[in-house]
């Protein structure tokens, strides 16, 4: 027979099922809240953080090998980087085109889609770029912050 204190807290079947079928919901959320975050309330910081959280709630109850199985350190690495890249890469098309840091408009020049348009997919492409690179920090802070540094094993 075991002893109550052996169990921990990851070993809950309820706990396990739950986060099993909340996480996909709770992503395509986070993913709708960037997407839809240049015409509504949201945009790429709330929806990295709801991101970041579905990865976090699946280290919490699997552990963090089980979180690290779908976004491994290195792909966590790429998208560190990838967003501050697509930040940044849009404001530089924008000083090549002409304009201003992130005068979308600009990027006219680039695709002739029309200011306005240009204005709504640049504010788009920003979310992007923020959603991804407060997803992957907010990951890996949880990571180095739980595993004391080791990135092995979590709380």
């Known amino acids: 027979m075991r002893d109550i ?11 396990k099922t739950s986060v099993r079928l909340m996480v996909p919901f709770i992503q395509v959320f986070g993913l709708y809240v960037i997407v839809h975050g240049h015409y509504s309330p949201g945009g790429g910081f709330q929806g990295g953080v709801i991101l970041g959280a579905s990865f976090i709630l699946l280290a ?5 090998k089980t979180s690290q199985e779908y976004m491994t350190v290195s792909a966590n690495a790429v998208l560190n980087n990838l967003g501050p890249a697509i930040f940044i890469g ?14 979308y408009s600009a990027l006219d020049k680039l695709i ?3 200011p306005v348009e240009w204005r709504s997919f640049g504010i788009f492409l920003i ?16 990571w180095n912050l739980s595993s004391g540094g080791a990135m092995d094993e979590g709380l």
């Open 112 to 114: 002739p889609l029309g």
């Open 127 to 142: 979310e992007v770029g923020v959603g991804v690179a407060v997803m992957s920090i907010m990951v890996l802070l949880y």
């Open 60 to 64: 919490l109850a699997f552990g963090m």
């Open 90 to 103: 849009v404001g530089v098309l924008c000083t090549l085109f002409g304009g201003l840091f992130l005068d």
């Open 5 to 15: 204190h052996e169990h921990t807290a990851g070993e809950d079947l309820i706990i």
